[in-house]
T-cell receptor
Framework: QKEVEQDPGPLSVPEGAIVSLNCTYSNSAFQYFMWYRQYSRKGPELLMYTYSSGNKEDGRFTAQVDKSSKYISLFIRDSQPSDSATYLCAIAYTGNQFYFGTGTSLTVIP | DGGITQSPKYLFRKEGQNVTLSCEQNLNHDAMYWYRQDPGQGLRLIYY???????QKGDIAEGYSVSREKKESFPLTVTSAQKNPTAFYLC????????????FGSGTQLSVL
């Protein structure tokens, strides 16, 4: 079983829609949860970082961690064409061991 | 500005040739990493280093080598033993001691001539 699973999509939404991206993970010991945005042929950019559980909001982006279900989500409100990218979830233990989802490709149609 | 610099952006390798990808960071991070990204696949860890003069193999280290002589630098050599080197290579770094955030460079696209 992989440490983290992510639906690869692709996901296509109209501009202004709310986007929901999700990952599941296997081990309840994970404590650090991240979402990255990656444009084509660029390095991933850290969007959201959460320690332990709960929600975190930053502008149009909300990251949610449900440790009881081992489920993490990224919500994008009022999606824009510039949000079109691949979104990677990542999880980590203490000790700098990172595990990545395979990424979800998102296209926001004007 | 603090960050991670990878060079070159594009690199071409001839048959039987070793090539070296550069990675430099000025974030004062102890840990550095090399990942390989293939289309439709997730990030795969090649090597990582938690401290100067020490590094560990990741999941796909065969055909690659690294060095960590300085805290700021973590070059990756793709040797001729790596038979399928065409991929997008990403260098990353993180602080240690409870701040588990990973930051990436802009990547190097390696192709075989």
């Amino acid at each position: 079983q992989k440490e983290v699973e992510q639906d690869p999509g692709p996901l296509s939404v109209p501009e202004g829609a709310i986007v929901s991206l999700n990952c599941t993970y296997s081990n309840s010991a994970f404590q650090y949860f991240m979402w990255y945005r990656q444009y084509s042929r660029k390095g991933p950019e850290l969007l959201m970082y959460t320690y332990s559980s709960g929600n975190k909001e930053d502008g149009r982006f909300t990251a949610q961690v449900d440790k009881s279900s081992k489920y993490i989500s990224l919500f994008i409100r009022d999606s824009q064409p510039s949000d079109s990218a691949t979104y990677l979830c990542a999880i980590a233990y203490t000790g700098n061991q990172f595990y990545f989802g395979t990424g979800t490709s998102l296209t926001v149609i004007p | 500005d603090g960050g991670i610099t990878q060079s070159p952006k594009y690199l071409f390798r001839k048959e039987g040739q070793n090539v070296t990808l550069s990675c430099e960071q000025n974030l004062n991070h102890d840990a550095m990493y090399w990942y390989r990204q293939d289309p439709g696949q997730g990030l795969r860890l090649i090597y990582y280093s938690q401290i100067v003069n020490d590094f560990q193999k990741g999941d796909i280290a065969e055909g690659y080598s690294v060095s960590r002589e300085k805290k700021e630098s973590f070059p990756l050599t793709v040797t001729s033993a790596q038979k399928n080197p065409t991929a997008f290579y990403l260098c990353a770094s993180s602080a240690t001691g409870g701040d588990e955030k990973l930051f990436f460079g802009s990547g190097t696209q390696l192709s075989v001539l």
